[in-house]
């Protein structure tokens, strides 16, 4: 076992050399240059998610190892839109009421029927989500890119009316 350490040595352990030689100004310079620009610098109109539908890629892979990869097409839901997922997500879960389910089971049917509603075009992969095995962390994972999606959109977004052509499984 190690002896204990004098006040002295704790007293030098705990002085801040790596500050030796450098001034406020040059602290401050360092600091400058390594930050990071906020949000509201960045031109949001050059990220493709202002877009409205919005394309992106796709891969998870799950824990046995297999990817799950594909383009997925989303559009900002219309009021239409989530009408129609909270009556799908009543259907889902046969017109329970949402007190009566576990958190899993309302967040399953939550994500499925927005997913139905908001998704243009997907993989032949996802034609049936209900069906996949084990496929709630690949549900998931595919909302949250949505999630992610809306919420941009939310505050950066170019409104224009939302493509709802394809409504396939590309």
Not at 5 to 30: C, F, I, N, Q
Not at 80 to 93: C, E, H, K, Y
Request: proline fraction near 8%.
């Amino acid at each position: 076992m190690a002896g204990k350490l004098t006040k002295d040595e704790v007293a030098e352990r705990m002085k801040p050399t790596y500050l030796d030689g450098l001034s406020t100004d040059d602290l401050k310079e360092e600091v400058e240059t390594e930050m990071v620009k906020p949000e509201s610098e960045e031109d949001p109109n050059k990220d493709p998610r202002s877009q409205n539908p919005y394309t992106f890629p796709f891969s998870w892979t799950d824990p046995r190892g297999k990817v799950w990869a594909g383009s997925f097409t989303t559009h900002y839901p219309t009021p239409r839109d989530l009408l129609q997922a909270g009556a799908m997500q009543s259907r889902l879960v046969g017109g329970s009421p949402k007190e009566s389910l576990d958190d899993l089971t309302s967040e399953i049917a939550f994500i499925v029927a927005r997913l139905t509603f908001c998704l243009d075009e997907k993989p032949k992969w996802f034609r049936d989500p209900l069906a996949i095995v084990d496929g709630v962390p690949l549900l998931q994972a595919v909302y949250s890119e949505v999630l992610d999606f809306e919420q941009w959109f939310r505050q950066h977004g170019t409104v224009t009316p939302a493509s709802k052509t394809k409504r396939g499984n590309a």
